[in-house]
């Protein structure tokens, strides 16, 4: 068990751990808005990854179309968005993830987020009704709080491909 206490470590989430899990998962094409949250420490690992290609949209729900689209070429593909961008996304990730059944893989930045606060207890209204939705919708989720959480993506994500069902990965902390 870890300390407890004002000694203990603030846990770490660090981008290219991310990256180096979503690579070892065979994803080939991240998708995302401009977002200056995850900007230094996820997508400029990503854009100067020679193994990623980084489409910039202008929209949230037009990741799900392009992921969709990658999926029938055999490509894997991450979709990179905040909170607010997801429920912007609803319909589509209703049609294209849920009722086509896609391996729609969304990693979900929880921007504004307590430390050490969950999710459910977020002072953050958007943050807060997340995971019922994601329950509702019957999508599985993980919470990547720390580095020691991120192995589960390689793992989530082979479950989503060759499942054919969506996955959520929900940035709980800013990534370095």
Do not use: W
């Not at 899990?21 to 949250?37: F, I, N, W």
């Not at 929209?59 to 429920?87: H, P, S």
């Amino acid at each position: 068990m870890g300390k407890l206490g004002p000694e203990a470590e603030t846990p770490v989430l660090t981008g290219a751990k991310i990256v180096a899990a979503v690579k070892r998962a065979g994803v080939s094409h991240v998708l995302s808005v401009p977002d200056l949250h995850t900007a230094k420490g996820l997508l400029t690992p990503i854009r100067s990854d020679p193994a990623l290609t980084l489409i910039r949209t202008c929209k949230e729900d037009e990741t799900l179309g392009i992921a969709a689209g990658l999926n029938y070429g055999d490509k894997r593909a991450l979709i990179l968005i905040q909170y607010t961008g997801f429920l912007y996304s609803m319909n589509a990730i209703r049609a294209m993830a849920c009722e086509h059944k896609l391996p729609i893989c969304m990693m979900i930045g929880l921007l504004g987020k307590e430390p050490e606060v969950a999710p459910q207890d977020s002072a953050k209204f958007g943050v807060r009704i997340l995971e019922p939705i994601l329950d509702v919708l019957g999508i599985k989720r993980l919470l990547i709080d720390s580095d020691e959480d991120v192995d589960g993506i390689s793992t989530a994500i082979e479950h989503a491909y060759t499942s054919s069902e969506p996955v959520a990965f929900l940035i709980a902390r800013k990534p370095i």
